[in-house]
C-alpha cells in the first residue's frame, strides 16, 4: 500500500531547488519532472481533468459526489528553498523520536537542537523524517503534496465520505516569488483555496505580511584612485552610509518579532562606479509600507544633497498583500477550516505569518486562500525535518473540511 510516508520519501528524492536567477518558468527541470510524476499518479488515481501546463503546473479533479456544493481548492508548491542544497536528498526516518537533539549522520556539525528548536520537545514518541544533514529535507512542500495526494487516494477509495468537486493544484517556482505568476484561477474555477504550506499540527494561517520590494541604485564617479582627489565619487562608501542610516533598534528583522514590520537589506552588489542595494519592505498593515518607503527615499535624498556628484535612486514594485484583507470575500474559507480543526477535537491556532505564501496573491487576486498546517519545521535548512504524525493529523483535516464544504450550497 502506498503510505504517506512512502509518497514523500518518493518527492523528496526528486530535487526541484527553484532558482532565482533565471527567466526560465519553471526555474528548474527537477520541477518538470515532479510534475509528470504527480501527474501520473493523479491519472492512477482517477483524478479527472489532470493535466501538467508548459510551465509545471499540475491540476487534477477530486470529482464530488453529492449535487450542488460548490468546487474548493488544495494547492502545494513542488520547488524547494534555493537556501540549501535539494540534490540527492537522502531521508532518515527516526521512529519513535527519543526527545533528545539529533545530530545528521551526514555532516555532524548539523545539530537540531532542543533549546533552538520550538515545539521539539513535544514531538517525543512520534515519527520524525530528516534528512542526513548535508542538504535541505524539502518537507517546504513535498510535505504538503503528500498530505493532498494521501488525501485524494482516501476520496477516491472511500465513496461513502461525501464531498464536492475539489480541484488539486501543484505550483513551481513559490519560494522564488513566483509561485503564482502563471496559475490560471478561472481554470481552477473554486470558491476558495487551501495551501498546505505550515508548519504544527493545529496552526490555520489566516495574515500575512504585506510586501513591497525597494531597489536602491546608487551611481558614483569612478576615476583610478591615485587622479582620485577631489574627483572620485565612491558608490561602495555611499552604501555604506545608506545602510548605517537605516533604522536599526526599530525596523530591522532582527530586532522585532510579533506583528512588527521592518525594512530588510539582504542583497549588497557593485563597485566604485555603482552599487545595488535590495531592501524587503513588510508589515501586516499595508498603509505602513508607504511609510518605509519614504524612510528610503528621505535617507537617498539627504546622501545625495551630501555627495550632490552621485546619483541615489529608490525604486519600490508591490509584491503581495496581507490575505486577510481578500479572505472576507468567502469568510466560510478560515469558519470551516476552524470547524474542521474543532470536530478532530483541536482548537485551531491562528496565525498570522511573518511572511507571504501563494495564498497571499492568490487571495488578492480573487481566490480566497488561507493556509493549513503539514507538519514541516525549520524549512529552509539542512536541521529542516518533518513530523508524520502531524502530516496524517493534516490529511484527517482535508477529509473533515472536505465534508463540511460538501455540506454547503
Known amino acids: 500500500m502506498d503510505t504517506l510516508l512512502d509518497r514523500f520519501c518518493?518527492?523528496?528524492?526528486?530535487?526541484?531547488?527553484?532558482?532565482?536567477?533565471?527567466?526560465?518558468?519553471?526555474?528548474?527541470?527537477?520541477?518538470?519532472?515532479?510534475?509528470?510524476?504527480?501527474?501520473?499518479?493523479?491519472?492512477?488515481?482517477?483524478?479527472?481533468?489532470?493535466?501538467v501546463s508548459e510551465h509545471g503546473i499540475v491540476m487534477g479533479t477530486i470529482p464530488g459526489n453529492v449535487d450542488g456544493a460548490p468546487t474548493i481548492a488544495w494547492l502545494a508548491h513542488q520547488d524547494t528553498s534555493p537556501e540549501a542544497s535539494g540534490k540527492d536528498i537522502k531521508a532518515i526516518i527516526h521512529k519513535n523520536y527519543d526527545g533528545r537533539d539529533i545530530q545528521l549522520p551526514g555532516d555532524p556539525s548539523k545539530v537540531i537542537r532542543i533549546e533552538e528548536t520550538t515545539g521539539l520537545a513535544g514531538l517525543k514518541g512520534k515519527t520524525l523524517?530528516?534528512?542526513?544533514?548535508?542538504?535541505?529535507?524539502?518537507?517546504?512542500?513535498?510535505?504538503?503534496?503528500?498530505?493532498?495526494?494521501?488525501?485524494?487516494?482516501?476520496?477516491?477509495?472511500?465513496?461513502?465520505i461525501k464531498h464536492g468537486p475539489i480541484r488539486v493544484v501543484f505550483t513551481v517556482d513559490e519560494e522564488v516569488g513566483r509561485g503564482t505568476d502563471k496559475v490560471d484561477i478561472a481554470k481552477i474555477n473554486a470558491i476558495c483555496a487551501y495551501t498546505l504550506d505550515g508548519e504544527a499540527a493545529g496552526e490555520l494561517e489566516n495574515e500575512t505580511f504585506s510586501a513591497d520590494l525597494a531597489t536602491v541604485r546608487i551611481t558614483g564617479v569612478n576615476i583610478h584612485p591615485g587622479l582620485a582627489t577631489g574627483r572620485m565619487v565612491n558608490a561602495v562608501r555611499l552604501a555604506g552610509q545608506f545602510l548605517t542610516r537605516l533604522p536599526w533598534h526599530r525596523l530591522a528583522p532582527e530586532t522585532t518579532g510579533g506583528r512588527d514590520g521592518f525594512l530588510h537589506p539582504y542583497v549588497i552588489e557593485g563597485g566604485v562606479p555603482e552599487v545595488k542595494i535590495k531592501i524587503l519592505l513588510r508589515s501586516f498593515v499595508t498603509a505602513e509600507l508607504a511609510e518605509w518607503?519614504?524612510?528610503?527615499?528621505?535617507?537617498?535624498?539627504?546622501?545625495?544633497?551630501?555627495?550632490?556628484?552621485?546619483?541615489?535612486?529608490?525604486?519600490?514594485?508591490?509584491?503581495?498583500?496581507?490575505?486577510?484583507?481578500?479572505?472576507?470575500?468567502?469568510?466560510?474559507?478560515?469558519k470551516l477550516a476552524a470547524e474542521a480543526h474543532r470536530k478532530l477535537g483541536m482548537d485551531p491556532k491562528f496565525r498570522a505569518i511573518r511572511g507571504g505564501t501563494d495564498g497571499s496573491r492568490l487571495s488578492e487576486a480573487g481566490l480566497p486562500t488561507p493556509n493549513l498546517s503539514c507538519g514541516m519545521h525549520n524549512f529552509h535548512s539542512p536541521l529542516e525535518f518533518a513530523c508524520l504524525e502531524e502530516m496524517e493529523t493534516a490529511v484527517k483535516v482535508l477529509v473533515e473540511l472536505a465534508q463540511l464544504w460538501g455540506k454547503e450550497k
Do not use: F, W
Open 129 to 160: 523524517i530528516t534528512s542526513d544533514g548535508t542538504t535541505l529535507l524539502g518537507a517546504d512542500d513535498k510535505c504538503g503534496i503528500a498530505v493532498i495526494m494521501t488525501t485524494a487516494a482516501q476520496l477516491m477509495a472511500n465513496p461513502q
Open 293 to 334: 518607503a519614504r524612510i528610503l527615499q528621505t535617507i537617498a535624498a539627504s546622501l545625495a544633497a551630501e555627495h550632490p556628484k552621485a546619483k541615489i535612486d529608490v525604486e519600490v514594485k508591490k509584491q503581495y498583500r496581507n490575505m486577510i484583507e481578500h479572505l472576507e470575500k468567502e469568510p466560510r474559507a478560515v
Open 10 to 51: 518518493r518527492y523528496v528524492k526528486v530535487e526541484t531547488t527553484a532558482i532565482e536567477e533565471t527567466d526560465k518558468y519553471p526555474s528548474s527541470p527537477g520541477q518538470l519532472e515532479l510534475a509528470r510524476l504527480l501527474a501520473e499518479e493523479m491519472r492512477a488515481l482517477k483524478l479527472q481533468d489532470v493535466s
